[in-house]
């Protein structure tokens, strides 16, 4: 899989892109990882990446050539190819109007050979880029960052947790929060969720370590009695625990078996 920044600040990305599963991955041969200076592609002694907006208002916009000459030089097919469903590549806008990134999009976004991130900063990028260039915009949250640059280092990051073999146990990736049980290849059709096989769309159970008492704050006694059914039954039941109380809009659209309805209403009473 490769990834194709697009910035004007190149040497953002020394540093978040360099360290643990990211750096493994690309030591690797897993992950590429390109950063391309849009200054490059500019044509004037003082590189000029920016303008005024058309229509008067603050701020500056990121001006299309540059950025259109940048995925030029990178050889991308052409738009009408991206948007087909097998495309290899696709071209991401970074913006917060964009679609929101969650882990679904992330697992959908693996089908891609090579991703392009184009980063925006100042007042946003001349709308024609999204109109007639990038194939999606991607937002990370309902909330405005000064550039795409941190968002984009989230995508990848994101990501590459699901790039085959990228993590040390691939099972890590399936348990966590918000993964679909769908995606889990070991899942039955119709068989309700365990905690080995993906969250069901919940939030991850809590993990403990040792010492298995912290000054005076013991763990659970159910994770150190060894009974794998005990344990599975409270995991499952710590996670719609937490669920519920910090994140209730996961529950709608959660796959829930009987015994989860159960647990859940167990919980609610208490
Ligand atoms: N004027 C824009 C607006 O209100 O929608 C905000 C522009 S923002 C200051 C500059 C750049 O940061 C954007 O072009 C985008 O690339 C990036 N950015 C900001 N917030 C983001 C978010 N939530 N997700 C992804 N990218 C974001």
Redesign the pocket.
Known sequence: MKFEIVTIFPDFFRGPLDYGIVRRAREAKLLDIAIHDLRAFTHDRHCTVDDRPFGGGE?MV?KPEPIFECLESLGVAPREERVRADARESVV??????QM?TQTLAQQLLRHERIVL????????DERVSEHLADRE??????????????AAIVIDTMTRLVPGALGNAASSQQESFTPTADAPERVAGEPPSSTCGSGGLLDYPHYTRPADFRGLPVPEVLVNGNHEEIRKWRRRSALRKTLRNRPDLLEPAVLSAEDRKLLAEIERE
Do not use: H, K, N, T
């Not at 806008?93 to 964009?98: A, E, K, M, R």
């Open positions: 701020g990121l806008l970074l913006s917060p109007q964009g990134f184009i980063c925006g900063r100042y007042e946003g990028v991607i937002s990370i949250g309902d909330f405005v960052l000064s550039g795409g640059e941190l968002a």
